[in-house]
C-alpha cells in the first residue's frame, strides 16, 4: 500500500495514468493532471465506495470543502490568476 493510502481505496485507472500525486491532505489526495497548459488539481476523497460528494458524511463534506478552499488559495497566490473554477468530475 502506498504511504497515505486509506485501507480500501483505490484510485481510478484513468486518474492513475493521467495525473500525478503532489501530496496527501486529510481527506483527500491531491493530483495534478499531466496537461501543461493548465494548472489542473484534483482532489480525490480517499473515502472506498464513495462515488459522489453527497455519499461523503457531513464531516467529510466539510473538511473536503475546506481542502477545496485551501488547495483554491494556494494555487491563486502560486499563479497569481484572477479566478479559480472548481467542480466535481463523475461518469
Do not use: Y
Not at 484513468?14 to 499531466?34: A, K, P, Y
Amino acid at each position: 500500500m502506498l504511504p497515505g493510502l486509506k485501507a480500501g481505496f483505490t484510485l481510478d485507472a484513468r486518474l492513475e495514468t493521467d495525473s500525478e500525486q503532489l501530496m496527501w491532505l486529510g481527506l483527500c489526495e491531491l493530483r495534478v493532471m499531466n496537461d501543461r497548459r493548465w494548472p489542473w488539481l484534483l482532489l480525490v476523497p480517499q473515502r472506498p465506495g464513495v462515488e459522489e460528494i453527497h455519499d461523503l458524511t457531513p464531516l467529510d463534506q466539510a473538511m473536503l470543502t475546506f481542502e477545496t478552499n485551501m488547495v483554491a488559495q494556494a494555487l491563486k497566490r502560486v499563479t497569481a490568476c484572477t479566478k479559480i473554477n472548481t467542480g466535481a468530475l463523475g461518469n
